[in-house]
Structure formats: structure tokens, C-alpha cells
């Protein structure tokens, strides 16, 4: 059974803290995807990766930043959490060769910024 | 600038029902569409896709419907079943290069 693993289900952190949210495949994808789901926003993409060391921005990127080193592991970074990053955050993997194909998603992570 | 627009927030269905769900989009570069389900605290699922040059697939008891000249998309569940009842996201790409743009969502619920 395929699987995407993401690190924690709940987070709070303080404002200001610099934050990880963690997200593991067991699928050999090379395509990994982070994205955050408000409520009256849908799922908007903040960064993506095709390849380890590979990342292109998404349609919201700031104040985020990304990690891949491993093939498996790709890391959302908040610099400086503020109040307005709280939300879901959904990471997801795809097979290589092309982005829009079946996506497959993590749990979610809802981070609460204080 | 809202590429994917899913019009309906939520949707009532009785059981044995169908439910339809509508998803226009407005980008005429969208070839590949797909219909996600998500529960509440768990990741969205991969539920059916189109490509542009089909305008129906079926798999079980959902079909999805593109009407490319309306630049619109239906998701057809039927018979409605209370494990439906979850949030249903529309998404596009153009091309197999670009990234998936999803609509904002609609829940479903089916009400025995």
C-alpha cells in the first residue's frame, strides 16, 4: 500500500519560531508537492520538487522554503511562523515524468501559529 | 485570479440518490482534470480523471463529464451513499508538465 507520512498531525508553535514539518514516501516518487488548505481557499501549492536538490515555487511561496535531500524526504520550512501560516498543511508525491498525474497525499499537518 | 471555480460550497443528497457535483474552469490550456475526496482530517484521495479528448469516464458508481466548449465538468456519484459524505476538490493541469490547480471544494453530504 502506497504511503505518504507526514511527521506530526498537530503542531503549535509561537510566532516567530522557525518551523519543520516533515514528509516521508515509500513510492520511489520523484515528484513531491507541499500545499496548505484554508477554508474558502481550497488547496493552494506552495512549492514542489521533481528531483533530490530540485524545487520550483508554487503559487504561494512566501514565507516558506523547502528541503529535499533524500528522494523520499521533502521538508517545509517557515522561517518565521506567523498567525497568518496557520492551516492544513497536505504534503504529496506523484510518479516521475509528469506533474498532474494521481497525486498521493499525507494525512495533513494543522499547525497553529500563537 | 480563480482558474478552477467549484460554485457550490456544500451539497444535500438522500441516500440512494445521485449526487452531482459541477467544476468550471476558465484557462482553455486545462487538458487533464481529476476529482479528489477528501475526509475530514485525513489527505485527499484520488477519486476519477479525464483527459481533454474524452468527454466521459466510469468507474463504479462515478462518472465524470467534460463539456469542453462550456469549459466545465460534473462529477456524477450514483446511488449516493452516507460514506460519501466528505469534501470533493476539482483540479486541472495544462499539460503534463504543469502543476495541479485545484478548485476550492465542495461537501457532500448524503443523509440516509
Known amino acids: 500500500d502506497v504511503k505518504v507520512t507526514q511527521s506530526s498531525r498537530y503542531l503549535v508553535k509561537r510566532t516567530g519560531e522557525k518551523v519543520f514539518l516533515e514528509c516521508v514516501q515509500d513510492m520511489d516518487h520523484e515528484n513531491m508537492f507541499w500545499y496548505r488548505q484554508d477554508p474558502g481557499l481550497g488547496l493552494r501549492l506552495i512549492y514542489f520538487?521533481?528531483?533530490?536538490?530540485?524545487?520550483e515555487k508554487g503559487d504561494i511561496p512566501e514565507g516558506y522554503s523547502v528541503s529535499r535531500e533524500k528522494k523520499e524526504r521533502f521538508s517545509l520550512i517557515l522561517e518565521s511562523a506567523s498567525t497568518n501560516q496557520t492551516s492544513m498543511y497536505l504534503c504529496a508525491s506523484s510518479s516521475p515524468g509528469q506533474l498532474n498525474t494521481e497525486a498521493f497525499f499525507g494525512q495533513g499537518t494543522r499547525l497553529t501559529v500563537v | 485570479d480563480q482558474q478552477v471555480k467549484q460554485n457550490s460550497p456544500s451539497l444535500s443528497v438522500q441516500e440512494g440518490r445521485i449526487s452531482i457535483l459541477n467544476c468550471d474552469y476558465t484557462n482553455s490550456m486545462f487538458d487533464y482534470f481529476l476529482w479528489y475526496k477528501k475526509y475530514p482530517a485525513e489527505g485527499p484521495t484520488f477519486l476519477i480523471s479525464?483527459?481533454?479528448?474524452?468527454d466521459k469516464n466510469e468507474d463504479g458508481r462515478f462518472t465524470v463529464f467534460l463539456n469542453k466548449s462550456a469549459k466545465h465538468l460534473s462529477l456524477h456519484i450514483v446511488p449516493s451513499q452516507p460514506g460519501d459524505s466528505a469534501v470533493y476538490f476539482c483540479?486541472?493541469?495544462?499539460?503534463?508538465?504543469?502543476?495541479?490547480?485545484f478548485g476550492k471544494g465542495t461537501m457532500l453530504l448524503v443523509s440516509p
Open positions: 483540479a486541472a493541469s495544462a499539460g503534463g508538465y504543469s502543476t495541479l490547480t
Open positions: 479525464i483527459s481533454s479528448i474524452k
Open positions: 520538487s521533481y528531483d533530490v536538490k530540485m524545487k
